[in-house]
């Protein structure tokens, strides 16, 4: 029995910039494999004028423009016809909650979700009321439109989906999948630069392996992302295991 593919609808004032991403690499993958769909939908083809007006000056004054509620809402309402039902639609702004590992995991649950990529200075707030389930944010930064932003979020999902990765086990290995930030990677030559592969890599002794490697990912996210211990509740091997990570590093 074949896999069902997850659905991604993206709103986009430019869909030819999203559909990039299902040309390479995971994503174009998952995509000739029938494991993935997606469809765009442009506010401008749902736009009541010749000029295909989507935008219009903010009430109140201020610079830049902002989406109209129509077109836009129209292009939601046409992607959920063409979509399965249970999809939620999610709004890509610097206002929503910090997408992460386990929203991608949630999504990759999901029959789809439809994402909306705003331009200019913002969308009309009715619409985000009315029409969108909830937002989402890459970061505490601005880009130019929610486009990258959803080619982030299609990649993150498409990869946790069966069947996508060659390996299995590389998707329970990334960083983040165990809070955590991932352990140091090495390959060949042994030596590069002054700089040698740890011997226990090299011992073929795979609880030791394993064992460093659980040591490097908690050290390494003590160090460079000690938010992420915080919400962690370390058992006692973690915590022995960071104790002598420290240690050993002395930090």
């Given amino acids: 029995m074949g896999l069902t593919a997850v659905h991604f609808g993206i709103v986009s004032l430019m869909p030819e910039l999203v559909l990039q991403v299902a040309m390479h690499g995971v994503v174009g993958r998952a995509k000739d494999l029938g494991l993935i769909e997606l469809c765009v939908g442009n506010p401008r083809d749902h736009a009541s004028d010749v000029h295909q007006t989507v935008d219009d000056r903010p009430y109140g004054g201020g610079p830049g423009m902002v989406l109209k509620y129509a077109p836009v809402a129209a292009a939601i309402g046409a992607l959920r016809e063409k979509l399965p039902a ?23 649950a999901l029959p789809g979700i439809i994402l909306l990529s705003g331009r200019y200075e913002g969308i009309d707030e009715r619409l985000l009321i009315d029409q969108v389930d909830e937002e989402l944010s890459l970061g505490d930064f601005v880009l130019s439109g929610g486009e990258i932003a959803a080619m982030a979020v299609i990649d993150a999902v498409t990869r946790l989906l069966p069947g996508v990765l060659g390996d299995s086990d590389s998707a329970v290995q990334d960083s983040f999948v165990h809070g955590l930030l991932d352990y140091p990677h090495y390959t060949r030559p042994e030596r590069v630069a002054g700089h040698d592969v740890p011997a226990v890599l090299l011992s073929g002794d795979h609880a030791a392996i394993l064992r460093w490697r659980k040591k490097q990912a908690l050290g390494r996210s003590y160090l460079r992302r000690p938010d992420l211990l915080e919400k962690l509740k370390l058992d006692r091997e973690q915590r022995a295991l960071l104790d002598e990570f420290l240690k050993e590093s002395g930090s």
């Fill in 86 to 108: 249970g999809c939620p639609v999610v709004g890509l702004s610097p206002q929503g909650q910090v997408f992460d590992q386990a929203r991608a995991e949630h999504f990759a």
